[in-house]
């Protein structure tokens, strides 16, 4: 059985940082790893998202140069280092797993797994 359990949200004012981990349970072949958030009345949207093995991230524009999504395949975890942080950025944050051979584009019925989603609030 496929698990991911995120963890490392809360609460921050504004120009504060997180730092979210999500470790994957259960899936040990390649897949691409992502980050999704969503916020209260608003559709969920992709955030970050990389391939296993590969250093190749891509990241939405409204976080690019803020945040930063890693992974550590020894420890089958992706991180989410968010930096700058912004109301905007109030969201449940998710982390969601691909089994393509390639990372899909952030439409959430392209992703196999997900997380139970982990609470983001920024305060002005």
């Known amino acids: 059985q496929v698990q991911l359990v995120e963890s490392g949200g809360g609460s921050v004012q504004t120009g504060g940082s997180l730092r979210l981990s999500c470790v994957v349970s259960?899936?040990?072949?390649?897949?691409?790893l992502a980050w999704f958030r969503q916020a209260p009345g608003k559709e969920r949207e992709g955030v970050a998202r990389?391939?296993?093995?590969?250093?190749?991230?891509y990241y939405a524009d409204s976080v690019k140069g803020r945040f930063t999504i890693s992974q550590d395949n020894a420890k089958n975890a992706v991180y989410l280092q968010m930096n700058s942080l912004k109301p905007d950025d109030t969201a449940v944050y998710y982390c969601?797993?691909?089994?393509?051979?390639?990372?899909?584009?952030?439409?959430?019925?392209?992703?196999?797994?997900w997380g139970q989603g982990t609470q983001v609030t920024v305060s002005s």
């Open positions: 259960g899936y040990t072949n390649n897949g691409c």
């Open positions: 969601a797993v691909s089994t393509l051979q390639f990372c899909p584009s952030f439409r959430p019925q392209n992703f196999d797994y």
């Open positions: 990389i391939y296993t093995g590969k250093d190749v991230p």
